[in-house]
């Protein structure tokens, strides 16, 4: 419990587990609603409140935006001052035609200065220190701990992200390799992700299962709405349009999205604009994370429509909220099918439209499906599990030397 924590964070035998996914900072702030995360940062904030609950440990969020507390016990929320762009300063000078020589002395001081604020991230680090990993953190901050020593532990979000989906001359995979280069461990959701880790790059890792906060999960609704809920970012691996098909196939029903504008603003306005033209479509930009759990507990069925996933966080949640899911594409993991805990059409929208409609249709049916969709994950999906596997690979890990400066 909190109430166990040192006074001195720094002292021997402490934990101090950084952060450095900024997506992820409002559902701190109570702001969940006004920014752009997915399951990805979900799983990353559970994990933060699970940590920051141990005894003798501590959390800390990095980022170089300024303004932001945590509403959470033994969380704290470290702003970094923004180092300046060497390049745009030197292109100005430049532009400004300043001597050669002051332009190469500029650079110097810039590239000096910019190293030593560099070597004061981490400073308040604790015995045993580990930066967690998912997604596209500041790069800054991760060769900043690699330099300090910290162990780095990157988790494996979506199947994207090391089957070979993202080509080897992109941004997004040179990006993703040198952050898994610098990892001491690599964690995955899956077997499948292991194999294919493994295969890709040569390299162990860990398997950690996703997991569910069960104290979030509010009190459900005397009756469900016949209506169908979709979450997820607006871009285009998670093909938000299927939905608008899906709706004009079933006027019946009511369709909720829950979808921020970013990171796709263009993909967001031409949803927005062919929402506005049925009337059994509502488009939400966000939602209070316990308003988001309330529109699951409302719904008859849940619906998938992404090209790729990991394991997406609309499955656990709505295995938890016992609301049937269905997905257009993905059978996640081998779950989803007969006998599993949801349907999938393989890509076949007659399939979807038609499986969709039993949920919809069926109270019975909806009920049954629930029920032992939430018993599977109350026994897959606990956030109690997940810490404990992490904090054990956080002691198996050694601390690494380093001598780059």
Known sequence: MNETRPEDPSSAGSLTVYFALERFLGLFCGEGAQWNYGGAEMQMYYLARSFAALPATRVVLLTTQAGHTSIYPGITIQQIKKPPHTGNIIVRMRQKHVPAPLVWAAEKLIKRANRVRRRKLFEDRSEQSVLLLSSFEKLEFVEAAHIKGLKLVYRISGDSLVDGSYAPETFTRTYIDHLLDLSDAVVVQSEHQ????????????????????????????????????????????????????????????????????????????????????????????????????????????????????????????????????????????????????????????????????????????????????????????????????????????????????
């Not at 927005?272 to 994370?289: C, F």
């Not at 009920?367 to 810490?387: F, P, V």
């Open 194 to 405: 292991q194999h294919t880790f493994a295969k890709n790059y040569g390299r162990d890792s860990t398997v950690i299962a996703s997991s569910f906060a069960w104290e979030d999960l509010p009190s459900a609704p005397a009756a469900r709405k016949k209506q169908v809920l979709w979450i997820g970012r607006c871009v285009a691996i998670k093909r938000p349009w299927l939905v608008l098909e899906l709706a004009h196939r079933l006027p019946q029903a009511h369709f909720v999205l829950i979808a921020p504008p970013a990171p796709d603003d263009e993909l967001y306005q031409e949803i927005e604009r062919e929402a506005q033209d049925l009337e059994n479509v509502t488009l939400i930009p966000g939602l209070a994370r316990n308003e988001i759990l309330q529109c699951y507990l409302e719904s008859s069925v849940v619906i998938n429509t992404s090209f790729s996933e990991g394991m997406p966080n609309t499955l656990i949640e709505a295995c938890a909220t016992e609301t049937p899911y269905v997905s257009y594409r993905l059978d996640i993991n081998g779950l989803l099918g007969e006998g599993g805990i949801g349907d999938c059409a393989h890509e076949d929208f007659e399939s979807f439209v038609d499986l969709v409609s039993q949920y919809l249709d069926s109270d019975e049916k909806r009920a049954e499906a629930g029920r032992k969709a939430s018993e599977y994950a109350r026994n897959t999906w606990s956030i109690q599990t997940a810490t404990e596997a992490y904090i054990k690979l956080f002691e198996e890990l050694q601390p690494v030397e380093r001598t780059r400066s």
